[in-house]
């Protein structure tokens, strides 16, 4: 299943389903990268709570297909991970670091209002 998509005023909302795992955050990322009516903003994807079933080596793989299929002229330079739990908060942070190469910055937030604060930057 892939996670809900919203378009909001200055971002797009990504809300995986409680306890997803890679497969749904790479059908997440390809819809964003290939669906004609997803605009090019900045995004925020909002996990909640639940069994995560992602390992290290996925946040390399989900990295590297980002990096593969990220438009060389893409407007988006923000996304926001708004995390429920200090696991989810860890595998966030460790991915950040992972992805601090690509064009674009990911920062971890606990909380949606902090998140939305900083990609309206």
């Given at each position: 299943?892939?996670?809900?998509?919203?378009?909001?005023?200055?971002?797009?909302?990504?809300?995986?389903?409680?306890?997803?795992?890679?497969?749904?955050?790479?059908?997440?990322?390809?819809?964003?990268?290939?669906?004609?009516?997803?605009?090019?903003?900045?995004?925020?994807?909002?996990?909640?709570?639940?069994?995560?079933?992602?390992?290290?080596?996925?946040?390399h793989?989900?990295?590297?297909?980002?990096?593969?299929?990220?438009?060389?002229?893409?407007?988006?330079?923000?996304?926001?991970?708004?995390v429920?739990?200090?696991?989810?908060?860890?595998?966030?942070?460790?991915?950040?670091?992972?992805?601090?190469?690509?064009?674009?910055?990911?920062?971890?937030?606990?909380?949606?209002?902090?998140?939305?604060?900083?990609?309206?930057e």
């Open positions: 299943m892939s996670p809900q998509i919203t378009i909001k005023e200055n971002y797009v909302l990504v809300e995986p389903k409680e306890g997803t795992d890679f497969w749904e955050i790479l059908r997440g990322v390809a819809r964003l990268f290939y669906a004609d009516k997803i605009p090019e903003k900045n995004r925020i994807w909002l996990f909640r709570e639940g069994p995560e079933n992602l390992s290290g080596d996925d946040l793989r989900l990295k590297d297909m980002i990096k593969e299929n990220y438009p060389s002229d893409a407007k988006i330079n923000r996304t926001a991970i708004v429920a739990s200090e696991l989810q908060s860890s595998m966030a942070e460790l991915f950040a670091q992972i992805a601090k190469d690509l064009p674009q910055t990911f920062k971890v937030f606990s909380n949606l209002a902090d998140a939305e604060d900083w990609v309206k």
